[in-house]
Structures are given as C-alpha cells and as structure tokens.
C-alpha cells in the first residue's frame, strides 16, 4: 500500500506567522504534489515537484513556497499566513510519468488561519 | 478559465439504481481523466481511469466513457449502494502527450447521494 503522511490532520495558526506542511512517502515515487481544496473550487495544483531540489509552480503559488531536499519529503511552506490561506490542503505523489499514474493522496491537514 | 466542468453540485440516487456523474472539459490537450472519490476529512481516493485511446473502462460496479469528439466523460456506478455517498471529482492530465509531471486538473466535484 501507498502510504503518503502529513504532519498534522488539523493546524491553527494567526496572520503572518510561517507555516510548514510536511509530506512524507514511503513508496519512493519520484513525483509530488501540493493541492488545496476548497468548497465549490474543487482541488487546485499549488506547487509539484519531479525531482530532488526541483520544484515547479502549480496553477495558484502566490503566497506559497515549497522545499524538497530529501526525495520522500515535500513541504510547503507559507511565509506569511492569512487568513484566505484557511483552507484543506493535501498532498499527493506519483511515480513517472505522471500522465500514466494515478495520484495518490495523503490524508489532509486542515489549516486555519486567524 | 475552468477546464474541467462538473456541472452538476450534487446528485441524490436511490440504492440499486444507476448514478452517473458527468464531466467536460476543454482543453484538447488532455489525455488521461481520472475519477477520485472524496469523503469529509480524507484526502481523495483514486477510483478509475481512462486514456484517450479507449472510450470504455470497466471495473466492478463502476464505469467511466468518454466521449473524445464531444470532450465529455461520464462515471457509472451500478447499483449505486450507501457507501458511495461521497464527492467525486474528475481528473484531467495532459501526461500522454506532455510527457512532463504536471499535476491533475480537477473538477470542482460532484457530491453523490445515495438514498435508502
């Protein structure tokens, strides 16, 4: 089974404070993806990454930064909270090529922001 | 620009009947189309898939069309059953015929409810 971690299911955090969200897999997949979901908006591509210290801007990056230094680790990172980053946000990894596998998702976490 | 349409919110079903979830979407470069099924509090399950060189998929109970020239897929669950009550989104890669590791485009999702 594909196992895809995220640190924390819920977070609270005040405006402008720095935020980490982090992604572990065990599955050695070499693609990973940050998404957030909101009511009526669906899933949006954040940031993804295909490689070892390579990152790719997804379709909403604004506010939003993401580090991978380890190949099962992806993070992201909010420099400066506010509080429309209140949202679901998930994780997901693939293996290569993307367009030939599914993704598969971690469990969420649940970020406010005050 | 949304180029991926779930047009329908929601969608109530009875048990044992068909439940079918429509999907559109725009961009012609798409050529894989994922179907995930989401409960509150979980991050999204993968549930099937289809390549641009089908236009049927089967597995189990669900079936996912598509229909290349009208850009428009469609998932069939039958019998529907209560545990199918959940959001489903469509999915939509360009992977194929990009070859790159772009993520999916999402639907803004479908809430199915099964009714007794």
Redesign the interface.
């Known amino acids: 089974d594909v196992k ?1 971690t995220q640190s924390s ?1 819920y977070l609270v955090k005040r405006t402008g404070e720095k935020v980490f969200l982090e992604c572990v897999q065990d599955m050695d997949h ?2 990973m ?1 940050w ?1 957030r979901q909101d009511p ?6 954040i940031y ?3 490689d070892v210290k390579m990152k ?1 801007k ?2 909403i990056p604004e506010g939003y930064s993401v580090s991978r230094e380890k190949k099962e680790r992806f993070s992201l990172i909010l420099e400066s909270a506010s509080t429309n980053q209140t949202s679901m946000y ?1 994780c ?1 990894l ?1 293996r ?5 596998n ?7 976490t ?1 970020l406010t922001v005050l | 620009d949304q180029q991926v349409k ?1 047009n329908s ?1 929601s969608l109530s079903v009875q048990e044992g009947r068909i439940s079918i979830l429509n999907c559109d979407y725009t961009n012609s470069m798409f ?2 189309f ?1 179907w ?1 099924k989401k409960y509150p ?6 549930l099937i ?1 289809i390549s641009s060189i089908k236009d049927k998929n089967e597995d189990g109970r669900f079936t996912v069309f598509l229909n290349k020239s009208a850009k428009h897929l469609s998932l069939h669950i039958v019998p529907s059953q209560p545990g199918d009550s959940a959001v489903y ?1 469509c ?1 939509a ?17 479908t809430h199915l409810i099964i009714q007794p």
């Open positions: 895809v299911r070499e693609n993806f998404y009526g908006l669906g899933l949006r591509l993804f990454s295909y790719e997804g379709d998930l997901a693939s290569a090529p993307t367009g030939l599914e993704q598969f998702f971690g469990p969420g649940r | 779930q919110p050529d894989y994922l995930y509090a979980e991050g999204p399950t993968f898939s989104f999915a890669s360009a992977g194929y015929s990009g070859g790159g590791a772009d993520g999916l485009t999402f639907g803004k999702g």
